[in-house]
């Protein structure tokens, strides 16, 4: 790792604006990080609730804690659904803060407990039904939309083949369910492991995928937001790799709603996190310049899709 992180330093001074690069793709490899190893970062109490993991998790540094919470909620999950199926799991109090990592993480766990053997179409749609039921009465009302959108990050890492497929099946049964899945498969692609690279802005590059994969412009707007709010929430505590973004593609951000409408999202979710982060009012004040960031729909909760009322 020593290594790697001075290969980093190197290409800071050797490639044109590579520091804010740099720092983007260590930000998408502290989030990775932060969520795989959430057992070994914050283990569990023995004979411990997740309630009472939870509990553990709220003395992690900001820094780590978003990603760490969102990887305790996903193994408890996968742990506990292993017992078979249940109702209720996450309808239940929890401090705000949690709330919308906790259901990103069920949400992923249960992509991977029905999603995995896809044989073929109907195996698909009954997957994706179970998928769908399971994240529905497994949810607190208001944040059903954060589990359901982990089928298209699911499709995007796992099924990249057959994205299309996917997206024909909800198209014909179940069009709501699909303006959640680009718009986690926008985050998918901002996530995936041949993005993390620091010679080109991982942000547009995943923007670019994901608006290139999409099918029509309902499917394109909720992948561009997903892809926007991926990027925003893992850089939101380095807000030079916003800025950086914003200057090399303000005439795209500027008539772009769906980009506005994926960061506004994700600072919504900081908001849960910590409204008095330094880093957020610094963001809030880059992005001002552009579009007014505190124009998010709080009052429907974060349904994680595209809001053509957003703007």
Same mark, same amino acid.
Request: glycine share 8%.
């Given at each position: 790792?020593?290594?790697f992180t ?5 290409a800071? %001074?050797?490639?044109p ?5 740099? /720092?983007?793709?260590?930000n998408? $490899? ?8 959430a +057992?070994q970062?914050s283990p ?7 309630a009472?993991?939870?509990a553990?998790a709220?003395?992690i540094?900001?820094?780590h =804690?978003?990603w760490? @919470?969102e990887g305790?909620? #996903?193994?408890?999950a996968r742990?506990?659904? /292993? /017992?078979?199926?249940?109702?209720g799991w $996450?309808?239940q109090?929890?401090p705000?803060w949690?709330?919308t990592?906790l259901?990103?993480?069920?949400g992923?766990? $249960?992509?991977?407990l @029905?999603l995995?053997s896809?044989p !073929?179409r109907? /195996?698909?749609?009954e ?6 039921s $399971?994240c529905?009465? !497994?949810s607190?009302?208001?944040y059903e ?5 982990s089928?298209g990050?699911?499709a995007?890492?796992m099924h990249?083949a ?9 198209a014909?049964?179940?069009?709501d369910?699909?303006?959640? %899945?680009?718009?986690g498969?926008g =985050?998918?692609?901002y996530?995936?492991? *041949?993005?993390?690279?620091p010679w ?5 590059r995943?923007? +670019?995928?994901a608006?290139?994969a999409?099918?029509?412009?309902v499917?394109?707007? !909720?992948?561009?937001?997903?892809a926007s709010w991926?990027f925003?929430l893992?850089?939101l505590r @380095?807000?030079d790799?916003?800025?950086? %973004?914003l200057k090399?593609?303000?005439a ?6 769906? #980009?506005a409408d *994926?960061v506004?999202?994700?600072l919504m ?7 008095q982060?330094?880093?957020f009012?610094?963001l809030?004040?880059i992005?001002?310049?552009? %579009? !007014?960031?505190v124009k998010?729909?709080?009052s429907?909760g974060p @349904?994680? =899709? #595209?809001?053509?009322q957003?703007?």
């Amino acid at each position: 790792m020593g290594m790697f992180t001075g290969g980093l330093r190197l290409a800071s %001074f050797v490639l044109p604006g590579a520091d804010s690069q740099t /720092k983007e793709m260590q930000n998408q $490899l502290h989030a990775v990080e932060w969520f795989a190893l959430a +057992e070994q970062r914050s283990p569990r109490p023995p004979s411990s609730s997740l309630a009472g993991w939870l509990a553990r998790a709220d003395s992690i540094e900001l820094d780590h =804690r978003p990603w760490t @919470t969102e990887g305790i909620a #996903f193994y408890a999950a996968r742990e506990e659904f /292993k /017992k078979g199926p249940r109702k209720g799991w $996450l309808i239940q109090d929890s401090p705000e803060w949690t709330r919308t990592v906790l259901h990103t993480g069920l949400g992923m766990a $249960l992509a991977e407990l @029905t999603l995995t053997s896809l044989p !073929n179409r109907q /195996k698909m749609a009954e997957a994706i039904a179970a998928f769908s039921s $399971l994240c529905i009465t !497994n949810s607190q009302p208001g944040y059903e939309g954060c589990a359901l959108e982990s089928i298209g990050l699911y499709a995007c890492h796992m099924h990249g083949a057959r994205v299309q497929e996917f997206d024909r099946l909800l198209a014909d049964g179940a069009p709501d369910l699909r303006e959640y %899945f680009w718009h986690g498969f926008g =985050r998918g692609s901002y996530l995936s492991p *041949g993005n993390c690279m620091p010679w080109s802005g991982s942000g547009w590059r995943a923007i +670019e995928a994901a608006s290139a994969a999409a099918p029509d412009a309902v499917a394109r707007r !909720n992948a561009i937001s997903g892809a926007s709010w991926a990027f925003a929430l893992v850089n939101l505590r @380095t807000p030079d790799v916003m800025e950086r %973004f914003l200057k090399e593609h303000e005439a795209w951000v500027r008539r772009e709603p769906a #980009f506005a409408d *994926g960061v506004r999202s994700a600072l919504m979710v900081w908001r849960q996190l910590q409204p008095q982060d330094p880093p957020f009012r610094r963001l809030e004040s880059i992005l001002s310049r552009y %579009f !007014n960031p505190v124009k998010v729909r709080e009052s429907r909760g974060p @349904t994680f =899709r #595209f809001d053509t009322q957003a703007d």
